[in-house]
């Protein structure tokens, strides 16, 4: 009863947004533009929260967040483009086969990567990043389709308003349920000291596995669904860049905090747009500046992120009283 | 005898940390350690508990061969120590620190909590009970939201002792327990020593400097020096040890009078 309780209220909010995201997207209220980068908001916000599980919370300090983001991209696009035409159904399958992609890709390079710590795990997966987009350039020798430096094409569009919202929802909905278990705890107990969460008991190893794995796997889900809403892949879309503006977003919100995270994935997407619009066109280069003047600022003035140590109350743990 | 150790060594880089140590905990007893600093009282804390690995000798509990076992491992056959530098998760609340400690005997999947189920609901009241209790023993129960970092030293270290306990352990390694306290605090810590050994079955290995608690409440002493054991036995018979003088007061001044 119970859960089935917590499903209603879990799910309910969500039906409400994605409908009205429909209705918004369909009656064509908003300029179609404003409701693509508003997907690509909430795209960017679960590969956020999947960064903010790795290194927020687990406290695996990973440079290499884009290339898992890619191996779900591509992962998912193939399989659309190979089976699925225009089926939701594909299209569903699609984008669990690109978060299974980036979680495979994410533990057998968590075998090897995770016995190392913070600082080594941070230039082992920036080399893995940059190994990565090498290998995204140069994939057209073994699997054409996916076009390699020449970009992919020819993907289905079927990402929408809906669909966006439920995934970002549903992601939510898991980390906040994974952070405040006891699962959750002990992957904050690595965090905070490492030789103290071993001694109490924590496997270290196959916890750290286990956030960096899910973390990845969320990358894989944003991926698969960026994929479907620009039609279009190009490998340097998963470069070394894109990784340091996801860790960008996650340490504006605060790290360790999925309010944070979300408010700060849309802030950054529709700031980078919106300046797109008010700044002169010779100007449009400076938001490049503008965002890393922001985060020292931020640095500065408010080093706990946005929200420091808050969260929304739907994101809260309850059973702290 | 649930803990023997033996012949224990452990180099870091030339100096030898350990040169063979050698000694054994009874089931239900109450040891003390003690030598000057340096003598390799942690390190054997360390080995023991599986975060350094030894050079040789054994380890082993109730005929379970521990080393190269990782630490969680061996906590989880019962061993759990605190640090004489207090380890505890700085950045959490009083209770979570307890409840992260109840991991290891949590009774739902990680499946059961990504949905929350009923059973989740249900063992995580039971983590909470069990937190509470911990900290009702230790008197925080009152302070669970404050973050660890804030308490005073003395709630520290008595919430570092809460969540040793909340592993369920059979052996509790305390190192210097005393550290900074006052000579009324020392008294109190020597209650609460007595108190949580009978309550919990424990057998119990502590460090320490202060002699008034180790001569208090240990039935037997085993002291250390550069990394050696040079003396074991009751308080009595370590009290007068002229090799355990030495040490203390250094070479020569025993042998004067």
Known sequence: ?321 | MILEVAGLSKNFGGIKALAGVDFHLDEGELIGMIGPNGSGKTTVFNVITGIYRPAGGSVTMDGTPLVGLSPHAINRLGIVRTFQNIRLFRNLSVMDNVRIACHSHVRYGPLSALCRSGGFYQAEGEIWEKAMHLLSIVSLQDRRKELAKNLPYGDQRKLEIARALATEPRILLLDEPAAGMNPFEVGRLMEFIREIRERFRLSILLIEHQMRLVMGICERIVVMDFGQVIARGAPEEIRNNPRVIEAYLGEGSGGEG
């Open chain 1, 1 to 321: 009863m119970r859960t089935a309780i917590n499903l209603f209220k879990a799910f309910g909010p969500l039906c409400l947004a994605a409908g009205l995201g429909y209705l918004a997207e369909s009656g064509e209220m908003i300029n179609p533009y404003w409701i693509q980068i508003f997907q690509l908001a909430c795209i960017i916000a679960i590969s956020s929260l999947g960064l903010n599980l790795i290194y927020g919370f687990t406290g695996l300090f990973s440079l290499g967040h884009a290339a898992f983001y890619g191996v779900g991209a591509y992962t998912a696009a193939l399989v659309m483009k190979s089976y699925g035409g225009e089926s939701q159904y594909v299209f569903l399958a699609a984008l669990l086969a690109g978060c299974a992609g980036a979680a495979i890709v994410a533990y057998l390079i968590g075998v090897p990567t995770l016995r190392l710590t913070s600082d080594y795990l941070g230039i082992a997966t920036l080399g893995f990043g940059i190994i990565m987009k090498v290998l995204f350039d140069n994939i057209d020798s073994f699997i054409p389709q996916l076009g390699g430096a020449r970009g992919m094409t020819g993907i289905a569009k079927m990402t929408t308003v809906p669909w966006a919202v439920v995934f970002l929802g549903i992601s939510l909905i898991l980390v906040r349920n994974l952070i405040h278990s006891s699962y959750g705890r002990a992957l904050v107990s690595i965090r905070e000291d490492e030789i103290a969460a071993g001694t109490m008991g924590i496997d270290i190893f196959r916890c750290k596995m286990a956030g960096f794995v899910a973390g990845c796997a969320l990358a894989g889900l944003s991926g698969g669904l960026y994929a479907h809403l620009y039609a279009f892949l190009h490998p340097s879309n998963f470069d070394f860049f894109k990784s340091v503006d996801v860790l960008m977003i996650v340490v504006l919100g605060g790290i360790g905090n999925m309010s944070g995270t979300l408010v700060a994935s849309f802030g950054w997407i529709f700031l980078l747009e919106g300046l797109r619009v008010v700044l002169p066109p010779e100007y449009i280069e400076f938001r490049w500046v503008l965002i890393p003047v922001l985060l020292i600022v931020t640095m500065l003035v408010r080093p706990e992120g946005l929200f420091g140590f808050r969260e929304f109350p739907f994101l809260s743990g309850r059973d702290d009283e």
